[in-house]
Nanobody, 126 residues
Framework: QVQLVESGGGLVQAGGSLRLSCATS????????MGWFRQAPGKEREFVAA????????LYADSVKGRFTISRDNAKNTVYLEMNSLKLEDTAVYYC???????????????????WGQGTQVTVSS
């Protein structure tokens, strides 16, 4: 049984920072790409960032490029999302996801991920 558990969400003022974590189990973590997505109220789920199986290659949505950093620690089966200079529009539920088998490179396509966490709320206030 594959499980993903996000943590680190919360309430932060605009301009502040948060670090999200996603702990995984039940799959050979180090052999799959990982991604972060988010969904704001009334909006579609959108891609945020992804990292390759070794962590050497990353991919970011234009809206977060330069502010967010994705990383992974394969020894701890955990992927992280460091979020800086947060904006009001970053408010959303953030989900981590594990890519399908043989998907080693980061991808923004949601259909390429087959396991998702339960989400963690990030709220940015003015």
């Amino acid at each position: 049984q594959v499980q993903l558990v996000e943590s680190g969400g919360g309430l932060v003022q605009a301009g502040g920072s948060l670090r999200l974590s996603c702990a995984t189990s039940g799959r050979a973590f180090s052999t799959y790409a990982m991604g972060w997505f988010r969904q704001a109220p009334g909006k579609e789920r959108e891609f945020v960032a992804a990292v390759s199986w070794r962590g050497a290659t990353t991919l970011y949505a234009d809206s977060v490029k330069g502010r967010f950093t994705i990383s992974r620690d394969n020894a701890k089966n955990t992927v992280y999302l460091e979020m800086n200079s947060l904006k009001l529009e970053d408010t959303a539920v953030y989900y981590c996801a594990v890519a399908r088998e043989r998907v080693w490179r980061p991808t923004s396509e949601g259909d390429m991920y087959d396991y998702w966490g339960q989400g963690t709320q990030v709220t940015v206030s003015s």
